[in-house]
């Protein structure tokens, strides 16, 4: 057994129950995306928020123990990905990668944002011409230094 | 003569000059994103920027007409980016790419977000651990229809 | 199970029942292109749709749920598709690419056309000379803005 | 000299003196679809169309027989195209590639639709809802036979 | 069920009772080019072929009905193909592919020789100094058209 | 100066002059397939062959030179090629691979059919239903020894 | 079952069991070298070395049919070989490739060293500054020839 | 200027003067392998022996300067090469890898054979059968070991 | 049975029972990253090292012998790793690989710093600034010697 | 002109020069490893350390400017590097990357060791048995946290 195991037990234990990412988010003290995150097998969970994982998707002592260890980190079968909706953010990377590498280093100098020390919320806002999905991310600037 | 020099003259001057992306972008009606965006060859401009942006590198007709063409997109040189700020982007699409799809199609039902009505934004925020990038994209919501 | 299970039964049940896509795109309310679409993974259904599916292919309520779940899609095992005919599109798109990018901006100005908002249409077209496949694609025009 | 020089300055000049695809297409005696791709490198041109290409775009005796040669063909510069007009397309036959494939062998049987023996239009559709891009692909079945 | 697993019991079967291919052709109406290929799942069969197919290797009805639709083609697992055998024809690919491009254009004009229209013979020639293999490729000239 | 620059003038001097590679073939005692290969830079000349060759493209002596060595081969600029006379080529060897493997072991046991003994003929079949190429490969065959 | 699985039964018995190679090949009349490359899936052997093979690993008559078929070749899971050992040899090539090429071409002209009739041997020399393996190639050489 | 350069400087004045690399090598005190992997950018040189190098090929100071650099190494141009005689080379790795692996193994133990501390020479062969290329690798070994 | 399976078996066991992989090096003569290297299937064990795991994770008789073999070495799934802590280490080697290059030979001369006879130390370093972790490597030089 | 540009001309004086690494940073008020990663493009130069480095290698006053620029980072031309020095360290990324990831995860939680708040120290360690390459690499942990 390993963790993509488990993560295939809880997606199938959510589509056979049709229950709900938001509602399921709800029972932790954790953002929805960053719940989802982990339930899809890229973060590590406390042994708390195992446990409750483990109520709520009818989990075995095993898999409950696998939540808690590090997952080796990717949700993407292919280096270019073909989901035309996660496609959509790999085109933005490439089409204003270099935009945001210049208007980033223009403000704060050599150094990334953080995909670690990060956090992202998606919304929903309403507009007449369309809805729209706002997505804010933020991360901290990391410098480097020399040494 | 293609786009791609035009470009590559446009770094040139502003490196040359010690010009800021800021100050640059003020010149035009529009927002800081975009035009760093058109002027790394990702954009289209009409007569009129094209025009500025002539005056302000000291372009050449030709050059000034390229401006106006619809490039071939696409700004980064390997399908896996190796620059660490640019990555730090891919790897947010590779971690919480599949986190990201759930939650939107939760929300909206089967479609994408646009990467073409779209639009970004980013700021600094300041934080006592450490300033943060934060960055908003907006993009409308498209959805697949039984046809 | 996910949803790649769902489709290889639905093709192995066509298979072994010697059904026709054409008949049983009847029995939805929907063109046979979107309705194969569908069965082959790639659309998500509505409760009704999947219903009608669960009776055609005799699936199970778990299977019936998957089917209105949004799908990861893309249906090609490799990059550059080695199936003969489907390569032939792969090819399209390789010698006409450049061809179909002017001729659609020189028409609508910077943008793209839609595969979202999108339909296809296939239909066979006699001809003494050797009947011919005709496809009429047909997707809406979005535009790039300055924002 | 080879055919990508005599294709880059054809795009030259046409930027250069701001001339239009159609406009340049009425001089010839086919449609606007095979005049671009012949253009862009991609088709064997005659040597009346030829000498025709030759006075619109002031090039010498070598670059006109060049036009005459077989191109090697392919226009995009890598497997997975970048620019998002373009890639759409290719997500095309990701996405729908199956369905293609299953449609065209259950009315045709087994075999492929030319690419060769192929002919495409490209039109713009008025729609209230947004204007949509037409296009139609006609291409003749060539069936694989037992031998 | 799919194709493939039908091709793997196939071939199974063959090495297990220890069948030759020129045996097995010898009961099909057709070139043991054409029976080999259908046999290890590039070729769709006609009823009777499958049928006749069924008897040889033991099929079941599920079995049988799959030969009778046309697989998704392309046997080899990678792109470079790595058996030194059928290297060898990639490297005549792309050694000679040039080479066979400028006589053929040059004898026929832009076109390409089918692939599907297409014909192939593998005999020994007996020769003193090691015998040869002899492979007559036919393969039908289809021409680019002006449209 | 390398090899590929001697290539690249020897078909530029072909298309300018207009002449045809069986009329240039005819001065070498040589096939036609054979004189094509080298000249495109996958042959190494001899010291009369390559002075042949000097004549007719008007060479320096030190290109000459260069057609005396053997070349680094592999005419192609992607893995996978692109142009479509080319690709069916790459397509047979995908599609008939495995059958071409099975009927030459069959035949010969455990070896390949050599692409350096070699030799190839391109020939028009004259076809009411289409003219035909037909291509014959002779190949000695080597086979692998217990040692 | 195909030959792959023969193979991992092989290595596993190997391993249980605790057998040495060197030991495994005095059974056969041939060196280790060939012997463990036909172990490991890469050679075709005769009946009677299928035979002794089948005693030492217990197999089934159906795995003993299975080693006397022509294996499709190529024992590396990746192009580029991940296994320290077997990337110096993938390194011995990359480094010193244009360098054997040199050599050989120099001393026998256009051609290529076979790699069928072939044969290698493994030895290890005694060094007091340490141990050093001792590998020997031979491949025959064979000539590209004008036709 | 960087060693390609100077590399490319070698081969080329190599050709025009029509120079052996048999003779070139006597002019230094290492065998005609190493001198060779030298010249083509592969390895480093003393000081008198890049100063001998100067003599041969005509090269100016700068150029004598870089042959004392420790070059980039890697001498082909694909992961995958494509000249046939190189790749014979990547064939053997390819099929002859994992019995190297298990044969180097099972008399040293873990480790690897050196690609650095080796050496090669390359013999011709006379046979009546045909001449042999002959090739004799020898590299340290290296073993893992616990720490 | 294959390497690959015990070492899924022992991560299994592991995470099962809540073991660290500190306390299980310190049941073996050696450093924690060794173990921890040999556990993930990367080193071969000595037989009393294997028979220490068997005991600590309840492997059979087989299991324990496999852990005596060279394993194929390679732990990452992709040659670009996917999981962030592991490319942070591929982002070095490819921003300061061509540093480490440089220096490496200014000190030492032509050769390579070993990853066989190497050894690795893992290390906490609290920091009022933020924890640092802190990685000694040490490798023997090896170097390029004239042959 | 860009940063590349400046990069290929500081290597070029350096080694038309015969400068060394070590005097040149001792120049700089930084360590070594830091002044050869920038001076090799992937480091961000303050206005004071591009004069000294125009100094030194007698730039201009445009090459002075682009010094400043934060570069495009990425120093390697292959995704999986050729050269061997540097490709020894991808093997210990290969090979140690699991390890290293399982004993940071035991020692700190969820996170990475930054690539950016990092490091390096590169010295040589004398040793009777040969001498040692030995690398210190300190980076900040980084954890992930619940939001």
Redesign the interface.
């Known amino acids: ?2 963790r993509t195991e488990v993560t ?1 037990k809880i ?2 234990v959510k ?2 129950k ?1 229950m ?3 509602t399921i988010a709800k029972k932790y ?6 719940v ?2 982990a339930l ?1 097998g ?3 969970m406390t042994k708390k ?1 195992a446990e409750i994982t483990g109520k709520i998707f009818g989990l075995t ?2 898999e409950v ?2 939540l808690q ?2 997952p ?49 919320d ?1 919304q ?2 309403a ?1 007449p ?19």
């Open positions: 057994m390993d295939k997606v199938s589509v056979k049709g709900k990412w938001e003290d954790a953002s929805k995306e960053w989802v995150a899809l890229q973060m590590q928020q002592d095993e123990a696998w260890i590090v080796y980190k990717g949700s993407l079968p292919t280096a270019v990905p073909t989901d035309p909706l996660i496609y959509r953010w790999y085109e933005i990377v490439n089409v204003y990668g270099t935009t945001i590498k210049e208007l980033i280093h223009e403000e704060f100098g050599d150094g990334i944002m953080s995909a670690i020390d990060f956090s992202m998606i929903r806002e507009d011409k369309g809805d729209r999905v706002n997505v804010v991310l933020s991360g901290k600037f990391l410098s480097y230094k020399t040494y």
